[in-house]
């Protein structure tokens, strides 16, 4: 899954800051956050998953649970934005 995420990522200019449950890194991202809390506060019920935060407002977007492609996640953020445009 990190090598798709880091495809979008590179493809739409998005940084994306990794969150480790087990304490590791993976070969895309190899720096990463501990959790911290924030799986259970987001409530995350399956792995890996995948949020959007707008960074300027905070606000969170679920956008895949497991794996998904760039194309799943295209359509997933362009109907959350259409839901959630302000």
Known sequence: F???VARF???YDWR???ISLDGGGVAE???FMPDNGLAAKWNVTA???LFAVNPATFHILP???????IDQ???RIMALL?????
């Open 16 to 18: 994306v800051i990794p």
């Open 47 to 49: 792995l890996p998953s």
């Open 29 to 31: 991202f190899p720096e």
């Open 2 to 4: 990190a090598p798709i």
């Open 73 to 75: 996640m295209e359509t």
């Open 63 to 69: 956008v895949a649970f497991g794996m998904t492609s």
């Open 9 to 11: 990522a590179k493809q």
């Open 82 to 86: 259409e839901d959630n445009h302000d």
